[in-house]
């Protein structure tokens, strides 16, 4: 055991030097300009795993082998789970991404860089986001719409734009799965890296507000310990509140079946008071409430191709795209599949769903086709 330890060590020592010696000699090359980043380390860490093919494994055994670690940004849990940093000099640095809950929302990045598959396969998804109405500079809604969908493998690469440039949410099959990100380092103008709730509404989650983020962090608790006249506090709060902190605190209501009884009265006073956000509050955090289940099915669905549905209906919302990736990335026949799934969440009781018309189910319903009725 000792020595497979040593060879962990030696291959993390040897990637992230030759990555970063390269990325760093090629970027100074383009003027270490932020618009370059983003081929140079897709090329840079594809060599580097050319050379020495990292692992997840790798990488924990380095860290719990006493690995002298370099400066650790983050040592909260918000991006990664957790996430290791394995190199960083204040221009860019190299992540080792470990990812448990399955998921990452839809979101944009305030960064240039690139991510490869390292351990376990993603559902990759890119989005578009038209916007309709701009609240303020950090509240908009408009049309979120998945564009295109992938199924990505290990040592798959792709490019991260920061910005409204790529926009995307990535469903991890993996438990867990490892994903290794290069990413430049702060940024002259800060960027807010949006995220986006289908189908309708972009936000920057940034907690520079103290009073939003506590008032928010304070619903959850209400919610969580079963507190008395919660409706009459929610209704006095939208009154008096934003329409961003509204939309967070009809989040928080949604997401506990006890609270979520309060949900339509929340939309009716946040609409009261700002006319026509009812409608995408709703959207939202319906087709939020159907991403969460999906990603927690993953929890107790294990053949591979089932794995692949699950992840498409976390990712996709509309039915003929979601039948498109399923032909394109899984083995077996596309309706042959959705129905083999079908009996199999319903004999695991993964959904409590209609023998007769499971497709009425929220959760399958994009599923449904002329040929899965």
């Known amino acids: 055991m000792t020595g497979s330890k040593t060879v962990a060590r030696g291959r993390v020592d040897g990637f992230r030097s030759y990555t970063a010696a390269e990325l760093r000699h090629r970027w100074r090359r383009a003027d270490n300009t932020p618009e370059s980043f983003p081929a140079i380390a897709a090329r840079a860490i594809s060599d580097g795993l050319a050379r020495e093919p990292v692992t997840g494994d790798d990488v924990l055994h380095w860290v719990l082998d006493g690995a002298e670690l370099p400066f650790q940004p983050r040592l909260d ?3 990664g ?6 190199y960083h000099d204040g221009d860019f640095q190299l992540d080792a991404l470990y990812w448990v809950q399955s998921s990452t929302d839809v979101h944009a990045h305030g960064f240039s860089g690139a991510f490869a ?15 309709t109405q701009r609240v303020d500079d950090h509240f908009m809604i408009g049309r979120v719409v998945a564009t295109d969908a992938e199924l990505l493998n290990v040592g798959a690469v792709h490019e991260i734009h920061e910005g409204s440039a790529l926009i995307h949410s990535v469903v991890h099959l993996g438990c867990p799965s490892v994903t290794l990100v290069a990413r430049t380092c702060g940024h002259s103008a800060p960027i807010p890296e949006y995220a986006y709730f289908p189908p309708a509404i972009a936000l920057d989650p940034s907690k520079d507000d103290p009073l939003r983020t506590r008032t928010v962090q304070l619903v959850r608790m209400l919610i969580r310990s079963g507190a008395t006249g919660l409706g009459q506090m929610v209704e006095t ?13 009809v989040r928080e209501l949604s997401r506990t079946a006890a609270a979520s009884a309060l949900v339509n009265a929340a ?4 609409d ?7 409608g995408p509050f709703g959207d939202a955090v319906v087709a939020e409430l159907r991403h969460v289940s999906a990603v927690t099915m993953l929890h107790r669905i294990t053949e591979p191709d089932h794995r692949v549905v699950v992840g498409a209906l976390a990712a996709l919302d509309e039915p003929s795209q979601l039948r498109r990736f399923l032909q394109k990335h899984a083995a077996a026949e596309t309706d042959s599949l959705i129905a083999g ?14 023998a007769e018309r499971p497709f009425d189910h929220m959760m399958l319903r994009p599923l449904a086709g002329e040929a899965a009725r």
């Open 77 to 79: 849990e918000t991006f």
């Open 81 to 86: 789970q957790p996430p290791v940093t394995l």
């Open 117 to 131: 598959v390292l351990d376990g396969q993603s559902v990759h998804t890119r989005f578009e986001f038209a916007e």
């Open 237 to 249: 709060l939208i009154a008096r509140c934003d329409v961003h902190t509204a939309f967070l605190v």
């Open 267 to 270: 939309l009716e006073w946040s």
């Open 272 to 278: 009261a008071r700002w006319p026509g956000v009812a």
């Open 341 to 354: 799934f079908v009996r199999a969440v319903k004999d695991t009781g993964a959904l409590n769903i209609p």
